[in-house]
């Protein structure tokens, strides 16, 4: 049963920590995403890759955020320093092609606590 | 730029009951629309999409959504409820070319007995 898999699913960090959470798309999905999730703000879009490029990461905070896709395998969000703020569900999605059939596969989240 | 507007952000439904969850978009050409669902502690699962023909299309778990251009609207419906389907619903838009969806902020469905 494919899959995208996260890790951790938990995370309590105190603040100015550094987080790295991690993603693993399912297998031939070329198309990966990470979004945050907050009760204020919803669902955000923070980056996506094709291909293992960056196409877009217009939505994550530069100064303390990076993303990166070592392999195809594998995706990182990466948050140093932490922050109170940064408190939030970060799911990760994968998708098959360029089309845009619309059909993400969403990771099970990993729900990060900044103390 | 699109957007997605989900005026309802919390509805109780009796189980048996009809369904309908309300989505308006606002984008320039013909958008692709989506409706996810996302169950406690869990990722988003697709339910249904609308990419172009038929307005009313239907999806998993028997839901169905119709297309209205006039209304830009994407309601979601239900005729039964069931109480497994107690969960967030979220509208999303998208466009053809573009993978980045915008997705509404969500519909939390809770089911009484």
């Known amino acids: 049963d494919a899959r995208v898999t996260q890790t951790p699913r938990h995370k309590v960090t105190e603040m100015g920590q550094e987080v790295t959470m991690r993603c693993q798309p399912i297998l031939g999905h070329n198309t990966v995403f990470w979004y945050r999730q907050t009760m204020m703000q919803g669902l955000e879009l923070l980056a996506y890759?094709?291909?293992?490029?960056?196409?877009?990461d217009s939505g994550m905070p530069k100064d303390r955020f990076s993303a990166e896709m070592p392999d195809a395998t594998l995706a990182t969000l990466k948050i140093q320093p932490s922050e109170p703020r940064d408190s939030a569900v970060y799911f990760c999605?994968?998708?098959?092609?360029?089309?845009?059939?619309?059909?993400?596969?969403f990771g099970e989240g990993s729900r990060l606590t900044v103390l | 730029a699109q957007s997605v507007t989900q005026p309802d952000i919390h509805i109780t439904v009796s189980e048996g009951a009809s369904l309908e969850l309300r989505c308006n978009y606002s984008y320039g050409a013909t958008p692709y629309l989506f409706w996810y669902v996302q169950s406690p502690g869990q990722g988003l699962q697709l339910l249904l999409k609308y990419f172009s023909g038929d307005t009313l299309v239907q999806g998993i778990k028997g839901f169905e959504a119709e297309f209205k251009r006039s209304q830009s609207s994407f309601n979601l419906r239900k005729p039964s409820v069931h109480w497994s389907d107690a969960a967030e619903y979220f509208c999303a838009v998208g466009n053809f070319g573009n993978e980045k969806l915008t997705f509404g902020t969500g519909t939390r469905l809770t089911i009484i007995p």
């Open positions: 890759f094709r291909n293992r490029a960056p196409l877009d």
């Open positions: 999605a994968s998708s098959r092609d360029r089309a845009n059939t619309g059909e993400l596969f």
